[in-house]
């Protein structure tokens, strides 16, 4: 969570800063031009922890867990878009929730689609059940048609527009993969979940036609790479993962709010960048924190 939250900050950066300013960030754009793949990883991390959780939960606790954690610093989030609008360009707050997800058109007077990813989590959330209903008996199949069925519905998804719901849609099968893998390993076959991200690799290559497209690969390669406690600043990116939601909502303020009004230097916007980001940040976690101590104080009382 921690690396991906990285990933797309910097695609935010390059991404913005073209579009405002006409500048290339060339050290970015080299490496995370593509990085949204940083929330396929956001997704597949998700769904396996969810998995987890509907497992050892009831389906109310189930439910109140994912309401305490990302809905009280949403709303705020919200309320700060909304106070953004005002003092900005309301025409622009409305593109902001109106126009269409589907594309990457960036430009100074469209407003730069970024915020469809909480939406679609709490999407996610509500229909868990059933997809995890699903991808539990996807789990039980063959390994082979397990992956199959994946690069079969990768494919589709990623040629087929859906309009609105494109950056969703063709995330399905993330989706699904990573409840399909939290059950393969229940049955401590890491052959099969070795199998199954090797073979979606492979699919993604191999019928995509895109090689940035790594909807699959990605969270396959770090799912077998494991051994995350062993990377190089593990504690740090580990606690900036512990926060990534509320991180991801600051660097959204940080990139969409900022720089198409910032009239300065390239790396005067960036240092300010990174100072809003943090302190979004580290708002946005505090009031997750606290909230979460006094929703749970009201149910005890």
């Known amino acids: ?16 800063t073209k579009a405002a300013d006409g500048v290339d960030l ?11 793949f940083g929330v396929d990883v956001f997704f597949f991390l998700s769904t396996y922890g969810l998995s987890y959780s509907i497992n050892k939960n009831s389906l109310r606790s189930f439910f109140f867990n994912r309401f305490e954690r990302i809905v009280p610093v ?14 900005t360009d309301l025409s622009k707050g409305a593109l902001y929730f109106l126009a269409s997800l589907s594309g990457y058109a960036c430009i100074k007077d469209c407003v730069y689609q970024v915020e469809w990813y909480t939406p679609s989590l709490i999407l996610i959330y509500v229909l868990f059940p059933a997809i995890n209903f699903i991808s539990k008996r996807i789990a039980n199949l063959h390994i082979l048609v397990i992956s199959l069925l994946l690069i079969i519905l990768h ?8 309009g609105v719901c494109n950056m969703l849609a063709y995330r399905i099968p993330i989706i699904i993969l990573g409840c399909v893998i939290y059950y393969v390993e229940r049955k401590h076959n890491n052959t099969d979940v070795q199998l199954i991200s090797l073979l979606g690799l492979f699919g993604i290559f191999m019928f995509a036609g895109n090689i940035y497209r790594v909807t699959l690969a990605i969270p396959a390669v770090l799912y077998l790479v494991g051994k995350a406690d062993k990377l190089p600043l593990h504690k740090y990116i580990s606690t900036l993962g512990k926060w990534s939601f509320e991180v991801y909502l600051a660097q959204v303020i940080a990139t969409k709010y900022f720089i198409p009004y910032y009239e300065g230097s390239i790396k005067t916007q960036l240092l300010y960048l ?17 909230s979460k101590i006094l929703i749970e104080k009201i149910r005890h009382d």
């Open 26 to 36: 060339n050290i970015i754009s080299n490496f995370f031009m593509h990085g949204d």
């Open 155 to 162: 494919t589709l998804l990623y040629y087929i527009n859906i």
């Open 274 to 290: 990174f100072v809003i980001t943090i302190f979004f940040s580290l708002v946005f976690s505090n009031i997750t924190k606290y």
């Open 74 to 87: 949403y709303i705020v989030f919200l309320i700060l878009c909304i106070a953004l609008f005002i003092t």
């Open 1 to 16: 969570m921690g690396i991906s939250i990285i990933i797309i900050f910097l695609m935010h950066i390059w991404s913005f």
